[in-house]
Each structure stands twice: as C-alpha cells, then as structure tokens.
C-alpha cells in the first residue's frame, strides 16, 4: 500500500500496543516495514528534534512509498482505526489513514462478494 512519510508515522502510532504473542510480532514487523531507513533520512531530510520529526516536503519521492502490509496486519489497523472512531479519538492525521484502510476494505469486500 502507497503511504505517505505522515502516515506511516500515524499508523506507527495506532498500533496497538499490547496483545497476545501472535498480535505483538506482526505489530513488532509492522514497525519495522513502517520505519525510516537512513537513505530515506538522507533524502528526504528527516530530522527528530524534541520527539517531534520533520521532513523536508519537496523532497524527491518523499510524497509515498510502497509498504507490503499483510492481511492479519491490515486486520489489526483496521480494528485500531474503527476503535479509536467509535471513541471519537480520530484526529486529521488519522483522516486518510481511515479512508485507504477502512473505508477501503468495506468497498473491496463488497466488489468480492
């Protein structure tokens, strides 16, 4: 799935952070395939100062990446998405995050059925 630098640092953060074994190891490798490598650090100008990261936004191929997401992954984000809706806790941050992820599993179910 194309994500933005903004969104894989929101997605980091909905992950849940506990669960059984089996949830923790996919969000453990989930964290990983949504993390910075030091290229991206390099040429995207990604800084980290004062726990907050900044980016330099003109930066070439700084817009999406491709990030392989698993189903059971996908399940998870969707159910951290959907709770944090149903508590009223979704933020703008959140917005397109929820529209790729839930939103588009409801249509992608539909056209399979």
Same mark, same amino acid.
């Not at 390099?42 to 100062?49: M, Q, R, S, Y």
């Given at each position: 799935m194309k994500l933005? *630098? %903004? &969104?894989?640092? %929101?997605? =980091?953060e909905v992950? +849940? +952070?506990?669960?059984?074994?089996?949830?923790?190891? *996919?969000?453990?490798?989930?964290?990983?395939?949504?993390s910075f490598s030091e290229e991206e650090f390099? &040429?995207?100008? *990604?800084? =980290? %100062?004062q726990n907050?990261?900044?980016?330099? &936004?003109?930066?070439r191929n700084a817009e999406e990446k491709d990030i392989p997401i698993g189903e059971k992954a996908t399940d998870l984000i969707v159910e951290s998405l959907k709770k944090l809706d149903q508590? &009223?806790?979704?933020?703008?941050?959140h917005f397109t995050l929820y529209q790729k992820f839930v939103e588009g599993?409801?249509?992608?179910?539909?056209e399979a059925a």
């Open positions: 933005s *630098i %903004a &969104e894989r640092v %929101a997605l =980091i992950l +849940p +952070p506990e669960g059984n074994f089996a949830t923790l190891k *996919i969000v453990h490798n989930l964290r990983q395939v949504l390099k &040429e995207w100008g *990604i800084t =980290i %100062a907050r990261m900044t980016w330099n &936004e003109t930066a508590a &009223e806790k979704l933020t703008e941050r599993q409801v249509e992608g179910k539909a």
